[in-house]
């Protein structure tokens, strides 16, 4: 799979921009501030329908723009689709493959798949329980793009049934309850299913991995930590009885304190350094490990799936020391496509060659060291 053309329209600093892209590695150069983060972040919009910058689509529309459009060719075994995204302020997106509109902009995940590091990733090793549900989920859905309506109806249940409880206190009516309580187990329960089945596949690549970039510090390892009690199975039927079971115990507090306390909405990837956790104790090198880790296995994960995803490495080299640069450069150099963004070209190792195209005040100028000249981009 890869990407062979990027075209954007209002989006983040890009008034137009249109990029050809081949296989193998392109290295986008230039300052802090030109624009070379935002065509990394359109090409993971395209894949995953988010940004790994915000958590809201405003941001990226162009200021004093209505709309952003991002759109992308992808080949895949020998096919050519092309997939065009329009983010519009206070509507609905829209999507469209090959010219023609699809019926829920979710259709369009699984048609190209990425996987990528930037700075942020820090929060994966560092932040709150939620940065590493939501790091779940996105890999899920990168996996198999049906969770993302899973991940939606769960989430839509979530809320109602929480507006619900929050009425308790002033005397609402709470007979519907065991109705929403039936949705939430059934829709959370699959989504569970899916987590547990992902963490099972994903912690072997993973731990390999920060064995190889920090082969002096303790082992790590990855335990989902659940709402449920006992050991989990990967069995919708099973953890939606349990489910059903602990909200019924729970029952009193919720209505008590106007939350839902059962779900994979409070539940936690533990991500460990020998015998205790990371948060809080590993050192910022060892969390720069870990969170590579995760991205690295990530990738081999979809890798085994008989996917080969675009690695997108957003200004990380220069975050890395020269062990963890060299290992993420060897998985780069045998990637079928991968985009790098770097301030300073020499912050790229020298082993990923690949093209080099300059990012400088709206434009982006293939360098001639490539055979086949240059290639210019605009932005107006």
Same mark, same amino acid.
């Given at each position: 799979m890869h990407l062979r053309r990027l075209a954007v329209s209002d989006f983040r600093s890009w008034e137009q921009a249109d990029l050809e892209f081949e296989p193998g590695v392109t290295v986008l150069v230039g300052s802090n501030g030109v624009g070379k983060t935002n065509l990394a972040e359109a090409i993971g919009y395209l894949a995953t329908l988010g940004s790994h910058r915000v958590s809201t689509d405003a941001p990226l529309i162009r200021r004093g723009a209505s709309r952003a459009v991002v759109r992308g060719v992808v080949v895949n075994h020998g096919r050519e689709l092309t997939v065009e995204l329009e983010i519009t302020a206070g509507k609905a997106n829209r999507a469209r493959v090959n010219r023609s509109p699809v019926p829920r902009t979710r259709d369009v995940l699984g048609i190209l798949r990425t996987v990528l590091f930037a700075p942020e990733d820090l929060a994966l090793v560092r932040g709150d329980p939620g940065e590493r549900r939501r790091f779940l989920d996105d890999l899920l859905v990168a996996r198999y793009p049906r969770f993302a309506g899973v991940r939606a109806d769960y989430e839509r249940v979530l809320r109602q049934r929480s507006a619900l409880l929050k009425t308790a206190r002033s005397g609402g009516d709470l007979r519907t309850l065991d109705v929403w309580d039936g949705h939430l187990a059934r829709h959370g329960a699959e989504l569970l299913a899916g987590r547990l089945d992902l963490v099972a596949g994903l912690s072997p690549p993973a731990v390999t991995a920060f064995a190889d970039v920090a082969p002096s510090s303790d082992p790590a390892a990855l335990h989902y930590?659940?709402?449920?009690?006992? %050991?989990? =199975?990967?069995?919708? +039927?099973?953890?939606?009885?349990?489910?059903? /079971?602990? &909200?019924?115990? #729970? @029952?009193?507090?919720?209505?008590?304190?106007?939350?839902?306390?059962?779900?994979?909405?409070?539940?936690?990837?533990?991500?460990?350094?020998?015998?205790?956790?990371?948060?809080?104790?590993?050192?910022?090198?060892?969390?720069?490990?870990?969170?590579?880790?995760?991205?690295?296995?990530?990738?081999?994960?979809?890798?085994?799936?008989?996917?080969?995803?675009?690695?997108?490495?957003?200004?990380?080299?220069?975050?890395?020391?020269?062990?963890?640069?060299?290992?993420?450069?060897?998985?780069?150099?045998?990637? %079928?496509? =991968?985009?790098?963004? +770097?301030?300073?070209?020499?912050?790229?190792? /020298?082993? &990923?060659g690949? #093209? @080099?195209?300059?990012?400088?005040?709206?434009t982006a100028v293939r360098m001639p060291a490539s055979p086949v000249g240059d290639q210019r981009v605009t932005s107006t």
């Open positions: 930590r659940s709402s449920l009690d006992g %050991e989990l =199975v990967a069995d919708v +039927a099973v953890l939606e009885a349990g489910m059903l /079971e602990a &909200l019924g115990r #729970v @029952r009193k507090q919720e209505v008590e304190r106007g939350v839902c306390l059962v779900g994979p909405h409070r539940d936690e990837l533990e991500i460990r350094l020998g015998e205790g956790p990371a948060k809080g104790y590993a050192s910022h090198g060892e969390s720069w490990a870990l969170a590579l880790a995760l991205r690295l296995g990530s990738y081999r994960l979809l890798q085994s799936d008989d996917v080969e995803p675009v690695l997108i490495l957003d200004d990380v080299f220069a975050e890395l020391d020269a062990r963890r640069r060299r290992a993420l450069a060897a998985v780069a150099a045998r990637a %079928e496509q =991968v985009v790098v963004t +770097a301030a300073v070209a020499e912050d790229v190792p /020298e082993e &990923l690949g #093209v @080099r195209i300059a990012v400088s005040g709206g």
